[in-house]
């Protein structure tokens, strides 16, 4: 089993797209969190609570949220990569016993969806220090609880590897997985909450379970607040933690027993 989870790693070593997953991580987590806190939350068209208050601190770093359809993808390509290349085969060659080769692949890009977040929140917090001090803005939370924060979604980004995989095992055609996933992340969910009664379904979703997780429910608010009823009760941040924790075990089930039941092509 060691030797096929190194193999893995070896495999996405290989690949530039564990550089462009950097890159990707560096840009999304310091620009965007910088700039937003060197303009200033409260400066925007529409006010929101300035850094110095619990509130704008959350606003600004919970807007991490939205960018876990990367992670996702990743573990799609990851996935359907083995068989868009026709790589499969060999794999499955050389180890036979599949459940092992793919207990490894979630293993290996669970630890790089969980890198990925770690960056991108790492950077995302050096930029928000930094982009505070420079303004003499002393923020509104305490550096502990910022730092917290920050290792929220990146644990939640681990997870979402994990369902890109289980994404990819499914469809394994890699435009329409992808197509799937990135779809429900950024409109699946939205969709299903302006449905009378379906959006109460919305905390036991992966969209509301990170919502409790990070602190950060302005999808929910903001849906509430265009269809004008009433909020959405979330999770608490360990339920919805604990949620993402059952929804990784059965991403793993999944991308396990599917291609053991499947022909190759």
Request: net charge positive; proline share 5%; glycine share 12%.
């Amino acid at each position: 089993m060691n030797a096929l989870i190194k193999a893995e790693f070896r495999r996405l070593a290989a690949t530039r797209l564990w550089l462009w997953a950097l890159l990707a991580a560096v840009v999304l987590g310091g620009g965007m969190v910088g700039a937003v806190t060197l303009v200033g939350p409260e400066n925007f068209d529409r006010p929101a609570p300035g850094l110095d208050t619990e509130d704008g601190v959350r606003s600004v770093l919970g807007m991490l949220s939205f960018t876990v359809f990367l992670p996702a993808a990743l573990g799609t390509l990851a996935m359907t990569g083995e068989y868009r290349h026709r790589t499969v085969t060999y794999t499955f060659l050389h180890a036979p016993r599949r459940r092992q080769v793919l207990t490894a692949k979630l293993v290996a890009y669970g630890v790089a969806g969980l890198a990925y977040g770690l960056v991108l929140t790492g950077t995302a917090g050096a930029a928000f220090f930094g982009g505070a001090a420079a303004r003499g803005v002393t923020p509104g939370m305490a550096t502990g609880e910022v730092l917290e924060l920050l290792l929220r979604p990146a644990l939640a980004m681990a997870v979402y590897t994990l369902l890109g995989v289980a994404a990819g095992a499914l469809i394994r055609h890699q435009v329409a997985a992808l197509a799937v996933v990135v779809g429900y992340l950024y409109a699946g969910e939205f969709l299903l909450m302006t449905i009378p009664g379906v959006k109460l379904l919305y905390p036991l979703l992966p969209g509301g379970a990170t919502a409790a997780l990070t602190g950060f429910d302005y999808a929910a608010d903001t849906m509430a607040a265009e269809l004008a009823t009433g909020p959405v009760p979330l999770l608490s941040p360990v339920g919805g933690g604990l949620l993402l924790t059952g929804y990784a075990l059965a991403a793993a089930f999944v991308a396990v027993l599917v291609p053991m039941r499947r022909d190759v092509y």
